[in-house]
C-alpha cells in the first residue's frame, strides 16, 4: 500500500515538475480554455494601449493618459498586430507543419495589409525574389533586430503547449520571413512563454523557462536577464526597473547597433526593450491582468504590442472561464479578422486542431482519463535546443536564396500600397505602383495652402513610387505637362522627381528646401515633339538620403 501511494505522489509530482524524457498532462478542455484566453488577452492588451502606440518614446506614460478599458475594445478584428500572425496559421492549416520556408514566403509575400519595418522589408524581398532565409538577413533588411515577429509570435505558444522545440521550429520557419539575431530571438522567447503558461502560473517560472529557448549569450537574453534582477532590487519599484532598462537599452549606443531609430533617438523599435517592458508587465503586474495591461503599456514606445503580448501570456495561465467578466463580455463571436478566413470560434478550432497535430509531431498522444469522461494531451518534456547565435550587426553569410521563376509566379500581391481609388479622384487616367506604407499616403484635404493634395512615398530606399498613363498627344495646341509639386516641411524632408517618356528620363529634378524654397514649385514639360504620338509617362517619387521622402502633389495636368 506504501509503495502504491509513494508511485502516486512521484506520478503526480512529474507532472508539476517534470523531468526530461516524462510527460505533462494537459486535459483537452483546459488546453482549449487557456488557448482562448491568450487570444482575448492578445486582444484586450492591444485595444486598450493602441491609442498610446509611439506617442511616447523613451518617457513613461503619465498616468492621467493610460486609456480606461471599455469591454468594446476587445472586438480587435482589424488590428495588424493580431492578424499577420494569422498568416502564418493559415499557412500551417493549409499545408500542415511540414509546410517548408519557401512556402511560407510565397504565402506572406501574397498578403494584402499594410505592413511596416522588418515585416515590411521582408516581404518586399521576398516579393523581389530575394527567398527566405536571405529575405531577412541584414544584408538585404536593415530591420532584422526590430519587434515585428516578436509582436506575431504569440501564435506559435498557443498551438504548442509544453513542447517549446516546436516554438523554436515555427521560429525558424516564420521568423526568419522577415527577422534575425535578437529580432528573431524576441519571437522565439514569446512564443516560449504561451508554451510554458499552459501549465503553471508562475511568472518567474514562465520567464526563466522561456529564457532556454533562445541562445543565453544574445543580448536579448541578456535583456531578460537584467530585468529580472532589476525586479528583485526593486520589487515594489518599477519605474526605477524602467529607468534602468533605459539607461542600458535606449541611451547606450552598444545595444542599439542594428536598431532602427528616428533622428532623435528616442523612438525605439528594438526587439529587446520592448520585450524588457513585456516582462515588466508580467513581473510587476503580479498575476493581476489590469496591472499588467497598464504597466506594459505605460512602459512606452510599442505601447500596445507590448501589453497584448504581456496580457496574452497572463490570460494563458488564467483560462477563459476564469477571465474578468470586462474582457469577455463585449466580444463579438461573429467579427472576421481582416484579410483572414478566421472569426473567433473559428480561430479557436484550427487551433486546436494545430495543437491536436503538434502533440502527435512532437511524440505525445491523447488518452482519455480514468473516469473516461474527458480526453487529456500527454506531451513529452524535451530540453529546449536553441538556435545558434547569431547577431545582427555582425551577421554570417547570405545564403543566396532565390526564388524560382515558377515560384515567382505563385507570388501574385502587388508591390505596394494600392492608392488607385485615390488617384482616381485627384488624376484621373493615371496609375499608381510601388508607394511604400510611410508617413501614411493618399489625399489630404489641405496642404501648404493647396487642397486636394496627393502624397505619395517610395517603397523603399531603392524603390522609387511611380505615378503613370498612356497619353495620346494633340497634334496641336502646344501640349505641356505641368507639375506642382513639394516636399515634407522637415529640413531634410526633400525628394527627387524624374519624369520620364517612353522611358527616357527627360527630366530629373530634386524637389526640397533648396529648389521649392516657396514650399510648392511649378514644372511644366514640352509635349510638342511627341504631338500625334501616343507615349507612356512616368513621374517617378525617387528616394534620396531616406528622410521624409514624400512626394507632395498638388497639380498633375495635361494642358
Request: charged share 20%.
Amino acid at each position: 500500500m506504501r509503495f502504491l501511494v509513494l508511485l502516486v505522489l512521484a506520478l503526480t509530482i512529474s507532472f508539476i515538475t517534470p523531468l526530461q524524457g516524462q510527460y505533462r498532462k494537459l486535459p483537452v478542455s483546459e488546453y482549449v480554455d487557456k488557448m482562448k484566453a491568450g487570444w482575448i488577452g492578445q486582444m484586450a492588451g492591444v485595444g486598450q494601449g493602441a491609442p498610446t502606440e509611439f506617442r511616447y518614446c523613451g518617457t513613461m506614460i503619465p498616468p492621467e493618459a493610460m486609456p480606461a478599458w471599455k469591454p468594446e475594445m476587445v472586438n480587435q478584428f482589424h488590428q495588424d498586430d493580431i492578424y499577420v500572425e494569422m498568416t502564418f496559421l493559415r499557412s500551417l492549416e493549409l499545408y500542415g507543419f511540414d509546410v517548408s520556408i519557401r512556402q511560407a514566403g510565397i504565402d506572406f509575400a501574397n498578403s494584402g495589409y499594410p505592413l511596416w519595418h522588418a515585416n515590411l522589408a521582408g516581404r518586399e524581398n521576398l516579393r523581389k525574389g530575394i527567398a527566405p532565409p536571405d529575405s531577412s538577413h541584414p544584408a538585404f533588411n536593415s530591420h532584422a533586430d526590430d519587434i515585428d515577429y516578436q509582436i506575431e509570435a504569440d501564435f506559435s505558444g498557443l498551438i504548442a503547449p509544453g513542447m517549446p522545440n516546436l516554438v523554436i521550429e515555427l521560429g525558424e520557419k516564420f521568423g526568419r520571413l522577415m527577422n534575425y539575431g535578437d529580432g528573431l530571438y524576441g519571437g522565439q522567447f514569446v512564443g516560449a512563454m504561451y508554451a510554458e503558461a499552459f501549465f503553471t502560473r508562475d511568472i518567474p517560472q514562465i520567464i526563466q523557462t522561456a529564457l532556454a529557448a533562445i541562445p543565453a549569450e544574445s543580448q536579448y537574453a541578456e535583456c531578460i536577464r537584467d530585468v529580472i534582477q532589476w525586479h528583485q532590487q526593486n520589487p515594489h519599484d518599477w519605474p526605477k526597473t524602467w529607468e534602468l532598462i533605459n539607461q542600458k537599452y535606449q541611451l547606450n549606443p552598444d545595444y542599439r547597433q542594428f536598431s532602427c531609430s528616428d533622428r532623435s533617438g528616442r523612438f525605439n523599435i528594438d526587439a529587446k526593450i520592448n520585450g524588457a517592458y513585456i516582462v515588466m508587465g508580467l513581473l510587476y503586474g503580479r498575476g493581476d491582468l489590469d496591472q499588467t495591461i497598464i504597466i506594459a503599456t505605460r512602459c512606452g514606445q510599442d505601447s500596445d504590442c507590448n501589453p497584448s503580448n504581456a496580457a496574452g501570456i497572463l490570460a494563458t495561465t488564467i483560462g477563459f472561464d476564469h477571465l474578468p467578466r470586462k474582457y469577455v463580455e463585449a466580444l463579438n463571436p461573429e467579427g472576421k479578422f481582416s484579410h483572414t478566413p478566421y472569426s473567433y470560434p473559428r480561430l479557436i478550432e484550427v487551433c486546436t486542431r494545430l495543437a491536436h497535430q503538434a502533440v502527435f509531431r512532437q511524440g505525445g498522444h491523447v488518452e482519455s482519463d480514468p473516469t473516461g469522461e474527458q480526453d487529456c494531451f500527454l506531451i513529452p518534456v524535451k530540453k529546449a535546443i536553441p538556435g545558434q547565435l547569431q547577431i545582427s550587426s555582425q551577421p554570417g553569410p547570405i545564403a543566396n536564396s532565390r526564388y524560382s521563376i515558377g515560384e515567382s509566379a505563385l507570388i501574385t500581391a502587388q508591390r505596394g500600397l494600392d492608392l488607385s481609388d485615390q488617384l482616381a479622384q485627384f488624376a484621373p487616367g493615371w496609375k499608381i505602383a510601388q508607394c511604400g506604407f510611410d508617413m501614411n499616403p493618399g489625399l489630404r484635404e489641405n496642404y501648404l495652402g493647396k487642397s486636394k493634395v496627393l502624397l505619395t512615398h517610395p517603397l523603399d530606399k531603392d524603390t522609387p513610387c511611380i505615378l503613370s498613363r498612356k497619353l495620346k498627344v494633340p497634334k496641336t495646341g502646344n501640349p505641356k505637362l505641368h507639375l506642382t509639386v513639394s516636399h515634407h516641411t522637415d529640413p531634410a524632408g526633400d525628394w527627387e522627381l524624374k519624369v520620364l517618356i517612353d522611358k527616357q528620363t527627360i527630366l530629373t529634378q530634386t524637389i526640397g528646401n533648396t529648389s521649392a524654397d516657396n514650399r510648392w514649385l511649378d514644372i511644366d514639360i514640352d509635349l510638342t515633339p511627341y504631338a500625334g504620338k501616343t507615349i507612356n509617362l512616368e513621374l517617378l517619387n525617387q528616394p534620396t538620403g531616406w528622410s521624409y521622402e514624400a512626394a507632395y502633389w498638388a497639380s498633375i495636368q495635361i494642358k
